[in-house]
């Protein structure tokens, strides 16, 4: 896991390296220098957490969730940065506290699922996590980050089907989000009003309850137009840009048609570190966080993009494989919530710059440029490498 780790950042550093090759700054003022000093703080915190009781999570695991509430309610009360209220500034250093959230959210909810008087096969007993997710996701998407609050909802669900809640349950809680999100178009609400009335059908609850299901998804169709003027303008665009990217090449549809370019022209085996055009002539806005998989396609080609893949790949399998072999529920849990971070993380972001996802301004995992998120992947490594010890009783 280490050396799969140290490899995505290898990997990282030389896509930043080139990514700033042209920029006339001290080397620790570039992206490459500053990412290597947070990738060596990333280093020492693995070392500190690793050596954590982990009784200690296990016991306070609410009381860091409280806190970790607090820590992204703070940025609202100084000022704007970015125009968003994502940040606090200590001095020069800016930290991004709802990356944290991540960890303490997976935490709690793992505190939480490992009672033993659980009924977990009871829809009740899904209350609790799921408001545990919903009340940072609605802080966080106010600030507004809508790529971190949708890490917060989708980390929830295996975390749950892990510990044994029942799928049609699970079909239930996401059957709203999926109506909403179909009735922007006619004919994908009405295949998944079809969809709803299969499951629905073939589920064997009771008839009633099935019935008021039904009528409660279709009704949702019609909150979709209100929902949609009450996003910014900016999500609107990332969204009609999901369905044609050429819509507006000029604007929206910008990034990720330079995106495709790019990766595109890399062809089988790269045009080499330091010759991507798109990258080094700046037709590729955000080359070094959100879109850093698309120097890697220019200047590396099929072949290294297949590494990376193969690399995240090998590392979410080792991650479900140390949960899978864990006794203990708690330490289980935990460990899958961190894969299930890492796997949407790279899922959507890659997704995202092929065009096959809107922008959501999520990064890559020991790829992108970003000292927050950076602290937290490496956090994240140091619980697993913690929890899965075996130690004796």
Not at 82 to 102: D, I, N, V, Y
Not at 171 to 187: C, E, H, K, M, V
Not at 216 to 235: A, D, I
Request: overall charge positive; hydrophobic content about 60%; some cysteine.
């Amino acid at each position: 896991m280490v050396i799969t780790v140290l490899l995505l950042c290898v990997i990282g550093l030389f896509a930043l390296f080139s990514a700033s090759m042209h920029v006339e700054a001290p080397f620790f003022k570039k992206v490459i220098g500053r990412q290597l000093l947070w990738m060596i703080m990333g280093l020492l915190l693995i070392f500190a957490v690793f050596f954590m009781q982990k009784k200690i999570l296990f016991d306070s695991a609410f009381i860091l969730y409280g806190i970790g509430i607090v820590l992204i309610v703070t940025p609202y009360f100084f000022g704007v940065s970015a125009s968003t209220h994502r940040w606090l500034a200590f001095g020069p250093f800016h930290f991004q506290p709802s990356e944290l959230m991540k960890i303490l959210v997976i935490i709690a909810i793992a505190k939480y699922l490992s009672k033993n008087d659980l009924i977990i096969s009871d829809f009740t007993s899904l209350i609790i996590p799921l408001l545990l997710v919903l009340f940072p996701m609605a802080i966080v998407l106010k600030q507004p980050d809508l790529g971190t609050s949708m890490i917060y909802i989708m980390l929830v669900f295996p975390m749950l089907i892990w510990s044994g809640a029942r799928i049609y349950h699970l079909f239930i809680i996401l059957a709203p989000i999926i109506s909403i999100l179909t009735a922007f178009n006619f004919y994908s609400f009405f295949i998944w009003v079809l969809v709803l009335i299969v499951v629905l059908y073939f589920s064997k609850e009771r008839i009633w309850l099935a019935i008021v299901l039904f009528i409660f998804n279709l009704s949702l169709g019609f909150v979709t137009p209100v929902l949609w003027n009450r996003l910014k303008p900016y999500q609107q665009n990332r969204i009609l840009t999901l369905f044609n990217v050429e819509a507006d090449p000029q604007g929206s549809g910008y990034q990720v048609i330079q995106s495709q370019v790019a990766i595109g022209s890399g062809g089988l085996f790269g045009k080499g570190i330091g010759n991507g055009t798109q990258t080094h002539l700046k037709f590729l806005p955000e080359q070094h966080n959100d879109f850093i998989f698309s120097v890697i396609g220019e200047e590396y080609g099929f072949m290294g993009v297949s590494v990376v893949l193969l690399l995240f790949f090998v590392l979410t399998v080792l991650l479900v494989n140390v949960a899978f072999r864990l006794r203990d529920r708690f330490s289980s849990l935990v460990v899958l919530g961190i894969a299930s971070v890492f796997f949407f993380h790279v899922f959507i972001n890659i997704a995202m710059t092929i065009g096959l996802m809107p922008v959501t301004g999520l990064p890559l995992p020991f790829l992108s440029y970003g000292g927050s998120f950076v602290l937290t992947c490496f956090i994240m490594i140091g619980l697993v490498l913690n929890i899965s010890l075996e130690r004796p009783r």
